[in-house]
């Protein structure tokens, strides 16, 4: 029975994944930097997005600056 769950959310997963690459390689990706990540977790996600886009340009926003 949990192998009947699995498969939808697997679908839907792999379905979002493609509509993301899809996006990027249109040249209309954005990666949003939360000020919560470590320099590892940007450095992954900037990484994936340069596979994403296929040599297309995308947005890279900073977290907000809050002054303390």
């Known amino acids: 029975m949990s192998n009947e769950q699995?498969?939808?959310?697997?679908?839907a997963e792999?379905?979002?994944?493609?509509?993301?690459e899809?996006?990027?390689?249109?040249?209309?990706?954005?990666?949003?930097i939360s000020p919560d990540m470590t320099d590892?977790?940007?450095l992954v996600l900037i990484k994936s997005?340069?596979?994403w886009s296929k040599g297309k340009a995308f947005k890279v926003v900073p977290p907000a600056y809050k002054p303390e």
Request: hydrophobic letters at 50%.
């Open 14 to 20: 792999l379905e979002q994944r493609f509509a993301l």
């Open 40 to 42: 590892q977790q940007m």
């Open 22 to 32: 899809e996006v990027f390689a249109a040249g209309q990706g954005v990666v949003t």
């Open 6 to 11: 699995e498969e939808p959310s697997l679908k």
């Open 49 to 51: 997005a340069f596979l």
